[in-house]
């Protein structure tokens, strides 16, 4: 059974930092994509950044400059690191894996909270 679990949600003041976890079991994490995804109230889910298989990383424009994504492949894990918070980044965050290269299949995560308020 595969299952993906974040951890390190919490509450933040703006400016402040977070890392996310994330850890995989059931795949080999080193053959999938993975990526975090976050979703507002209200709003729809959209994509935040990914980490290939071979380490590139890519990130939405709104995280570009603040957010870290990263992996350990021995411990099935990716990190989100979080600089700079500002309270649009408010959101459930969701980690997902993507088997490559086919592009399926796609797991998800259960989501953690992130909160950023004074």
């Known amino acids: 059974q595969v299952r993906l679990v974040e951890s390190g949600g919490g509450l933040v003041q703006p400016g402040g930092s977070l890392t996310l976890s994330c850890v995989a079991s059931g795949i080999i994490s080193s053959v999938y994509a993975l990526g975090w995804y976050r979703q507002a109230p209200g709003k729809q889910r959209e994509w935040v950044a990914t980490i290939t298989t071979s380490a590139g990383t890519n990130y939405a424009d709104p995280v570009k400059g603040r957010f870290t994504i990263s992996r350990d492949n021995a411990k099935n894990t990716v990190y989100l690191q979080m600089n700079s918070l500002k309270l649009e980044d408010t959101a459930v965050y969701y980690c997902?894996?993507?088997?490559?290269?086919?592009?399926?299949?796609?797991?998800w995560g259960q989501g953690t909270q992130v909160t950023v308020s004074s």
């Open positions: 997902n894996a993507e088997r490559r290269p086919a592009g399926r299949p796609v797991y």
